[in-house]
């Protein structure tokens, strides 16, 4: 039986697989497109150019950074394909465009911070300038009304000076009040109306400065984020590092430079202290010298005051038979008897001496 060929029964074609310079072509021509939209919806949105107002500043900064993502995007689709083919020498051109203008991108993120915040403190002052002009008028107008009311005489008096002066206008009823009611009815009213405006004025700033502060956060933050990422893709011509790379190394100098100074200050430190403690044992040890050489000059001089009082003693004894009657007198004062005592003991220590007739030799001092 013949065998029936059906086309559906045939295998399925197999597509072919995309190339490489297929894909990297996707991939430049995608990130190209995102390059132009980007610049076509910034320049839309900042046209014509204000560079000197502060609204057309936070504009310019609002429409790059909720733009941003086009341009990054481009970015990185076109170091894919870079890497997808690494021997074109137009993709490679291309690449290191983009990644020079990746340079100018992340100084320009970082360059938004400190835009914004100036355009937001420029608009705050402005809208404060305004809100106490309005302040100032406010005043004016309400002494205005109250000395209309206070000089009129009458009610009619009163109506026409209202009048004159763009005032409320007032009811036949209040026309037949008193003068002094309805002077008082329009003081409280006109009173009133004061502390509204006044309030209704200045309830405005804290929300206002508020809502600035938090505009200008999420600008800041935003912006170094994008700045990093920026910095990650640009190489600056003739730099074998990323402007990442680059800054990562300065910041690993610095902190290196820094930890250095600190050793530096504290080796510094310890080598004050260690000179300190030394001048001050230098000092301690002087002073002890002083201090032994003023107690050898009090040891030597009361020596010397109890080697003239042992002689003026025995010169009086060898004048005086009776001298020794009067040992007891000397007995009660304590410090002569224990000084002679010190005496006596030193001559039994060397021994008898030869008697003379000029009586005995008197000791040398001690040293």
Do not use: C
């Amino acid at each position: 039986m013949p065998v029936s060929e059906d086309p559906t029964d045939a295998p399925p074609l197999l597509e072919p697989r995309p190339s490489k310079p297929s894909v990297a072509a996707l991939l430049t021509a995608a990130a190209l497109g995102f390059f132009v939209i980007y610049a076509t919806t910034v320049l839309s949105d900042v046209v014509p150019v204000q560079a000197l107002d502060p609204q057309w500043q936070r504009l310019f900064v609002g429409s790059v950074l909720n733009n941003v993502g086009f341009p990054l995007l481009g970015l990185v689709l076109i170091h894919l394909a870079r890497y997808l083919l690494p021997e074109q020498p137009g993709l490679a051109r291309l690449t290191r465009t983009v990644q020079q203008l990746a340079v100018v991108a992340a100084l320009l993120m970082l360059l938004l911070i400190p835009l914004h915040a100036a355009a937001t403190l420029n608009i705050l002052e402005r809208q404060a300038a305004a809100q106490a002009a309005q302040l100032r008028q406010a005043e004016q107008r309400y002494a205005q009304l109250r000395q209309v009311i206070l000089a009129a005489r009458s009610p009619e008096e009163l109506q026409r000076n209202l009048a004159l002066n763009d005032g409320p206008q007032l009811a036949p009823s209040d026309l037949a009040r008193p003068l002094p009611q309805l002077r008082g009815n329009l003081l409280e009213v006109l009173s009133q109306a004061r502390t509204t405006a006044r309030r209704q004025l200045t309830g405005r700033t804290p929300a206002k400065i508020w809502t600035g502060i938090a505009q200008s956060l999420r600008i800041g933050i935003i912006a170094a984020f994008m700045a990093v990422a920026f910095a990650a893709g640009a190489r600056r011509r003739g730099n074998s590092l990323t402007l990442l790379g680059e800054w990562s190394e300065a910041l690993r100098q610095l902190l290196m430079e820094r930890e250095a100074r600190r050793s530096l200050q504290a080796l510094e430190r310890e080598q004050e202290l260690e000179e300190r403690q030394t001048f001050d044992r230098i000092a301690q040890l002087r002073r002890a010298q002083e201090e032994a050489r003023r107690r050898a000059m009090r040891e030597e001089e009361m020596e010397r005051l109890q080697h003239q009082r042992w002689l003026e003693q025995q010169g009086r004894e060898t004048l005086d038979p009776e001298a020794p009657a009067r040992q007891a007198p000397l007995r009660e004062e304590p410090r002569l008897w224990t000084l002679n005592q010190e005496f006596d003991d030193y001559y039994r220590e060397i021994g008898p001496q030869e008697e003379d007739l000029s009586g005995p030799e008197p000791p040398e001092p001690r040293p």
